[in-house]
């Protein structure tokens, strides 16, 4: 019998406060005239979700992890092991995933961060599947995405326009294939990252290379900044290399995948690669413009929300593929089987 990791149950948790593109140009119009505009037509943005000002992400996390459990049938202390990606963590350490393990009370489960930023879920997802097939012990394992970034923005930068808070979580559970049975669960991962972008989009004091100081906090260096834009071929060339790559190592076609599931920063480059890649927009699903970009969380997000409106259902072939600063890229493609999700 071989062992493999399935998707068994996914949740998510969006925060109460809404932040429509309408204040924003409220706020901003005078300084940044017809930046809302531009932002909303080259992403397809039209809102975002903001936690309570006292929240740190453990705190967005939680529910999240609650109704990912709920979902699969799980209870806390049935966890082995908890991933947690995001980059804008509780505490530079220790690690996120920690403090969220005692507010679930998953006394049982060890934990560890996945610090890939955008790229962080279905890096989780793929190290969560190695886990689980080659270590007889780890049966459950729950995988969260987590974003609270407009905490760590300058509310005077338009660029918070993008920073919508929120929690995406799912749940992968060992199940045995007899011989000669066809493939089902995890299928395969590939990576991708350039670290020449290192410098165009983060949070550069704070950490060894320039400790928080006085002159640091004052000069707004320990939040989060666009210091040189991405050119768009990084994603437009590197999602198609992505799947296709994934799609190679799982033994699979193309035309075998049901549903793509992308980094939600810009409806136009899902439609864009969609098309690349010879696949109908039919085959994926964004959230972004009611959601807003949501980072780390927004791949299990999508999921969610997907799985509910009938978008992903049980059978289907689905590849997660993420995008994030530094940069890092990931995917990773699962044959499902029954899954069930939890939005409230």
Known sequence: MERYAQLVGAGMFLPPREITNDALRAKFDAKFPEFVDKMEASSGIRSRFWAPEDW?????????????????????????LIILGTDSPDYITPATSVVL???????NAGTFDVGC??????TALAAAAGIITTSPEINTVLVVGVYLM???????????????????????????????EPKKGFLASAFLADGSYHRHWGIYSGGTFEPATVESVQG?????????????????????????EVTRRAGVSLAEVDAV????????????????????LSKTHTVMEKWGYTGSACIPMALVDAVAQGVVRPGQ???FVGSGVGYNQAAAAFRLEEIHVRLD
Not at 56 to 68: C, F, G, N, W, Y
Not at 156 to 161: G, K, T
Not at 237 to 244: D, K, N, S, Y
């Open 56 to 80: 740190a992400t453990s705190d967005v996390a939680l529910p999240a992890a609650q109704r990912a459990l709920a979902a699969a049938g799980k209870k806390p202390e049935e966890v082995d």
């Open 101 to 107: 393990q005692h507010k679930l009370q998953a006394k």
């Open 117 to 122: 930023a955008c790229a962080s879920f279905p």
């Open 150 to 180: 407009h905490k760590l923005a300058d509310p005077e930068d338009p660029m918070i326009f993008f920073y919508g808070d929120g929690a995406g979580a799912a749940v992968l559970e060992a199940r045995t294939a007899k011989p000669g």
């Open 220 to 244: 707004g260096r320990t939040k989060v900044r666009l210091i040189e834009r991405y050119p768009p071929e990084v994603n437009h060339e590197g999602w198609p290399r992505l799947v296709r």
């Open 261 to 280: 599931l992308f980094t939600q920063v810009r409806r136009p480059s899902v439609e864009l690669v969609m098309e690349t890649l010879g696949l109908p």
């Open 317 to 319: 072939l689905v590849v």
